[in-house]
Each structure stands twice: as C-alpha cells, then as structure tokens.
C-alpha cells in the first residue's frame, strides 16, 4: 500500500462511521416521528369521538391501567392539549431530521436540494397574503 492511502484510510473511516451514525439516527428520528403521528391521528379520532358525543355528561376515559370518569369539557381540553403536544413534538424532530440528513448529504459528498429548508406558511401568514390578494382555500394552510 502507498504512503498516501495509509493516511487516508483512517479518514475514510472515521468518515464512514459519522456517516453510519448519522445514518442511523436518521432512520430513528423517521420512525419516532411516523410512531408520533400514529398517537397524533388516534388522538384525533378520540377528538372527533368526544365532539360528536351529543349529550353534555361525564365520560369515561383509561389514563395508564385505570378508568376515570371525566366532564366532557375537561376531557376534550386534555386531548386538544395533547394533540398540540404532538405536533410540536414532531415538528421538532422533522426540523432536527434536515440537520440530520443535511449533514449526511454532506459527508457523502451529494448537493442539498434546493428548496430543503422550506417551512409551510402559518395561518396568520397566508391570511395576511389572502387579504392582498383574494381567497385562498383552507386546505393549503398548515397550522
């Protein structure tokens, strides 16, 4: 072997583990976030469940192994709060997944689509724009 790869070599392998790391927190951070949405669409359902109830009384729900009888009212805060938890968990995880997979890109030696970094415009955003320049329909708006 040359002088030359002898030196290299530790470097091509220092890189590929980084790049073996970063890969499998990758993989890690894409299934918490798809287990994360499956909570957050079963917490949704609940949601709609608790709504369409019509009469105004007490509910049972199962908090860890036991049943609690609850008010209507306070059951639906609490799955509304945890459904912003959720969210915001994901996100979370979604914003530090580009990090992720932009660090990747970078020690494979791949460009960065452009357009990576983009973020959904907010309600308040699209309704400033909406009010300039006419109606835009609510199921392009991400909360």
Do not use: C
């Not at 709609?48 to 036991?66: L, T």
């Not at 890109?105 to 415009?121: D, Y």
Request: hydrophobic share 35%; aromatic share 4%; no cysteine.
């Amino acid at each position: 072997m040359s002088r030359v790869s002898e030196r290299a070599l530790p470097v091509y392998l220092q890189t590929l583990r980084q790049s073996e790391n970063l890969g499998e927190e990758v993989l890690a951070d894409q299934q918490q976030v798809v287990e994360l949405d499956k909570r957050r669409q079963t917490n949704r359902q609940a949601i709609r469940a608790v709504k369409n109830e019509e009469e105004q009384r007490n509910m049972w729900v199962m908090m860890g192994n036991e049943f609690v009888k609850v008010e209507k009212k306070v059951l639906e805060s609490w799955l509304e709060g945890d459904q912003k938890v959720l969210d915001k968990e994901i996100n979370s995880i979604r914003d530090e997944l580009k990090h992720k997979v932009q660090a990747l890109k970078q020690l494979e030696g791949e460009e960065i689509p452009k357009g990576f970094f983009l973020n959904a415009m907010s309600k308040n955003s699209l309704s400033n724009i909406s009010g300039e320049t006419g109606r835009v329909t609510e199921r392009y708006v991400d909360q």
